[in-house]
């Protein structure tokens, strides 16, 4: 783990619809079962213009940044060898179906933790009118060789 | 719509039953293809018992019952979680995870935290897991 990749900054990435299936295959995923997330005519009726992806469905396009980081050569991290340490999200609004979504992607930090590297995360997620979503902060544990 | 809340009470409780067919629907549902999610000969090879639930599926399954509380996936404007232990899932048996959301704080103009406690078994599996929640 390289630990000079701390404040790197990845350039934003391409637009990421989303979908209604993918929103309805994800609150299955999670157990979910708001029908504003399955029911169109639902989530009009409470007020929103499509259906609505559960909180975390924002991990499905913080991904699209982290997917930077793991194809970062510089950076050497191996999937297998990452665990997931915490993660936040702070909303600024509910994604819904049709949101054009861009990630710009940041490592905040790396420190050394025994054999392992703590690697922190941002990541801001903007749709296409450039208006904040969420922003997502992720602690990465990145195990050494072993 | 607003609720009554008291910081102290109890307003959901969720059993989730996660088996390997969850974690691969998780797998293709989210695009997290680690495949310590779904092959223990890999998992075994860095470390761990076997095969683990991703720990967004914990996190994202854990909101569900505070979401069905409050009638409103908008309702919730921040969620966090520590991943403190990591879910076994049994290929036969797979993994029973108990959660309860309880009202913590009144932060006011209609905000309150909500702590979550999730569990396998008697241990915590997600630490510091809170949600703050638009009530009113």
Known sequence: MNPELAGKVYPPTEPYLVGREKIREFAHAVQATNPVHFDVAAANEAGYDDLVAPPTFTIVVQQRGLDQLLADESAGIELTRVVHGDQRFAFERPIVAGDELTVQFKVAGVRALGGNAMVTTEADIFDAAGEKVAASFATLVVGGDS | ?136
């Open chain 2, 1 to 136: 719509m607003s609720f009554a809340l008291s910081e102290g009470q109890v307003i959901a409780k969720y059993d989730a039953h996660f088996s390997r067919d969850s974690l691969v629907r998780y797998a293709g549902a989210s695009g997290d293809f680690n495949a310590i999610h779904y092959r223990d000969d890999v998992a075994q090879q860095v470390g761990l018992p076997g095969v683990l639930a991703h720990g967004m599926l914990t996190m994202g399954t854990a909101i569900q019952p505070v979401v069905d509380f409050f009638g409103d996936p908008g309702r919730i404007v921040d969620y966090q979680v520590r991943f403190t232990r990591p879910v076994p899932v049994d290929t036969e048996a797979g993994a029973d995870v108990h959660i309860t959301a309880t009202v913590a704080k009144d932060l006011g103009e209609g905000l309150w935290r909500i702590d979550l406690k999730v569990t396998l078994g008697e241990q915590t599996v997600l630490g510091k897991s809170q949600a703050i929640v638009r009530a009113a």
